[in-house]
């Protein structure tokens, strides 16, 4: 079964650019009508989503973060990755990647979901 | 912006029917999903497409929808079953991801 696990470092100074990567494994990013992407959730708060990507190379981000998001994919590596630049102490959250169900490009569900990793901006 | 709405917080007792709603705040509703998220762990999805339940899920999750609003219902809940849990769709392009707020689950 697909397994998705976030990597990165955990603190990012303030005004820097925050990367991530998800590696996939279990099955291979390029095959099915699956996008993939990246969700955040601030400690003690709800889920954000920040955007998707496609192998295609095909984006969509939430409308709140494209000025700062960027999201790519290396299929040769089997993961796809986050950058987030101009960080704030507001954008501290767990980072979780996750694979989305999709019909074309309508976006239905995601599942499965890596295990998340805590990004702080902080001096 | 599409919203959903989602209550805060819903009590119930072991044994008894927990019912979690989420509203649109516009129409037309798209199919909404939940997902069941526990202290420290990742978000889990419980149902998919208003109704329907991935494998694994025990039966006593179901779901509903009437109108702009869909409802979570947990019946017979397990002291397991408290988490917080969400609903999420897409606004009508499909290209946009929506969450609720988020209800946490308190069995007493």
């Known amino acids: 079964q697909v397994q998705l696990q976030e990597s990165g470092p955990g603190l990012v100074k303030p005004s820097q650019t925050l990367s991530l990567t998800c590696t996939v494994s279990?099955?291979?990013?390029?095959?099915?009508?699956?996008?993939w992407s990246w969700i955040r959730q601030p400690a003690g708060k709800g889920l954000e989503w920040i955007g998707r990507i496609y192998t295609s190379g095909s984006t969509n981000y939430n409308p709140s973060l494209k000025s700062r998001v960027t999201i790519s994919a290396d299929t040769s590596k089997n993961q796809f990755s986050l950058k987030l630049s101009s960080v704030t102490a507001a954008d501290t959250a767990v980072y979780y990647c996750?694979?989305?169900?999709?019909?074309?490009?309508?976006?239905?569900?995601?599942?499965?979901w890596g295990q998340g990793n805590l990004v702080t901006v902080s001096s | 912006s599409y919203e959903l709405t989602q209550p805060p917080s819903v009590s119930v007792s072991p044994g008894q029917t927990a019912r979690i709603t989420c509203s649109a705040d516009?129409?037309?509703?798209?199919?909404a999903y939940w997902y069941q998220q526990k202290p420290g762990q990742a978000p889990v999805l419980v149902i998919y497409?208003?109704?329907e339940r991935p494998s694994g899920i025990p039966e006593r999750f179901s779901g509903s929808s009437s109108g702009t609003t869909v409802t979570l219902t947990i019946s017979g809940v397990q002291a397991e079953d408290e988490a917080d849990y969400y609903c999420?769709?897409?606004?009508?392009?499909?290209?946009?991801?929506?969450f609720g707020g988020g209800t946490k689950l308190t069995v007493l």
């Open positions: 279990g099955g291979s990013i390029s095959s099915g009508s699956y996008y």
């Open positions: 497409k208003d109704s």
């Open positions: 999420q769709t897409a606004d009508s392009s499909g290209t946009y991801v929506v």
């Open positions: 516009a129409l037309p509703k798209q199919y």
């Open positions: 996750a694979r989305v169900y999709s019909s074309g490009s309508y976006i239905h569900w995601f599942d499965p």
